[in-house]
C-alpha cells in the first residue's frame, strides 16, 4: 500500500502523481500494490485502516521523502521501517 502523505500546505498532485509512478513500477515487478490517495482521511486513519486490513507493507510519500527522492517503507510483520530510493525500488521490494 503507498499512502501519499499531505499536509494543508503540500500539493497534492505532485505527491500522489509520484506514488502512482512507484506503484507502476512496482506493478510491472510483479507486486499488487494499491495507492491510498483518498482525500477525506488523514494518514494516521489510512494507516489504522491498512493495518486492520492485513496489508503486510506500507510506502509512505511525504514532501521531505520526496525531496530526497526516496520514501518510508513499513513492514508490518517485523516492525521494521527503513527509507528506500525510488530508483530500484522493485528490486529491494522483492
Do not use: C
Amino acid at each position: 500500500m503507498i499512502i501519499p502523505i499531505i499536509y494543508k500546505n503540500d500539493d497534492p498532485k505532485i505527491l500522489e502523481e509520484k506514488a502512482r509512478e512507484i506503484g507502476k513500477q512496482l506493478r510491472e515487478a510483479g507486486l499488487r500494490v494499491n495507492v491510498d490517495d483518498r482525500p477525506n482521511h488523514n494518514p494516521g486513519f489510512k494507516f489504522n485502516d491498512w493495518e486492520l486490513k492485513g496489508t503486510p507493507v506500507r510506502i509512505e510519500l511525504g514532501m521531505k521523502d520526496f525531496g530526497k527522492s526516496e520514501v518510508r517503507v513499513a513492514v508490518r510483520h517485523s516492525g521494521k521501517k527503513f527509507q528506500a530510493q525510488w530508483e530500484g525500488i522493485a528490486e529491494q521490494m522483492t
